[in-house]
């Protein structure tokens, strides 16, 4: 069984700075890419940033320059990097693997996403 624990997340003001955390457990071979999304309440759930196995990031408009996400493929874990957090970046913040190839009970299981259950930022003074 594969899991995503998410950690990181708190209240902090506008300006300021929180380090999210991703960790992937469980018997896997590999993850393709690992990402960040966000859903604040009442809206839908958007892509922050992903980074490939191979290095490749994508980020989206609202964040560049602002946030870096970064990975340990050794210790299949993903991080992000929040710097000048503002009110509207207040969301749950969730953690995706995607193409994830694991042990399962029958075999090898290829290319399967898997979600982390979220840790909460608020961005308010």
């Known amino acids: 069984q594969v899991q995503l624990v998410e950690s990181g997340g708190g209240l902090v003001q506008p300006g300021g700075s929180l380090r999210l955390s991703c960790a992937a457990s469980g018997s896997i071979f590999s993850i393709n890419s690992m990402g960040w999304y966000r859903q604040a309440p009442g809206k839908q759930r958007d892509l922050v940033a992903f980074i490939t196995s191979g290095g490749s990031i994508s980020y989206a408009d609202s964040v560049k320059g602002r946030f870096t996400i970064s990975r340990d493929n050794a210790k299949n874990t993903v991080y992000l990097q929040m710097n000048s957090l503002k009110p509207e970046d207040t969301a749950v913040y969730y953690c995706?693997?995607?193409?994830?190839?694991?042990?399962?009970?029958?075999?090898?299981?290829?290319?399967?996403?898997?979600w982390g259950k979220g840790t909460l930022v608020t961005v308010s003074s």
């Open positions: 995706k693997g995607s193409g994830v190839t694991h042990r399962g009970a029958g075999g090898t299981v290829h290319g399967m996403d898997y």
